[in-house]
């Protein structure tokens, strides 16, 4: 069975610095239409960023998704949602090993116990701060048992 991706691009920032930029909204495991129905309720549910006081939202269905074009006072924006068929991802889980196969059973690695916590500073040595009260050295540096 197919792995269907909903991807939505849409424009981000302001002015000059106006992009798009592309999301994995989910993936879906199962035919094309079911992905496109689920593609549709997303797109109809979405709320952009931009504009913030809009005026008019129109939906158009195309061959592989939708387009969400929303009229704001001084500007339109437009976000588009598509459906697209999974072929590679490079950071996919490892498939579930199958019952037929048993996994032979890796040796655990030893743990060093965690170092002891150092102790905390003595009520009896002032701390130095600065004028604000912020103290000069914090008080985790040189902690071991920090990472």
Do not use: C
């Not at 590679?88 to 498939?95: E, I, K």
Request: no cysteine; aromatic share 6%; charged share 25%.
């Amino acid at each position: 069975m197919a792995t269907w991706g909903l991807v939505m691009e849409t424009i981000v920032g302001a002015g000059e610095r106006k992009h798009t930029e592309a999301y994995v909204l989910a993936h879906l495991e199962g035919t094309r239409e079911d992905a496109l129905v689920e593609l549709e309720r997303r797109a109809r549910n979405h709320t952009p960023e931009h504009p913030w006081s809009p005026k008019r939202r129109r939906l158009f269905r195309e061959g592989g998704g939708f387009l969400l074009v929303i009229d704001g006072s001084w500007q339109s924006f437009s976000t588009r949602f598509t459906v697209a068929e999974l072929l590679d991802d490079s950071a996919a889980p490892p498939p579930p090993p199958s019952a037929a196969e048993p996994e032979p059973a890796a040796p655990e690695p030893e743990v060093a116990p965690p170092p002891p916590p150092s102790p905390p500073p003595s009520p009896s040595s002032p701390v130095e701060r600065y004028a604000d009260g912020v103290p000069v050295r914090p008080s985790w540096l040189g902690r071991t048992d920090v990472q």
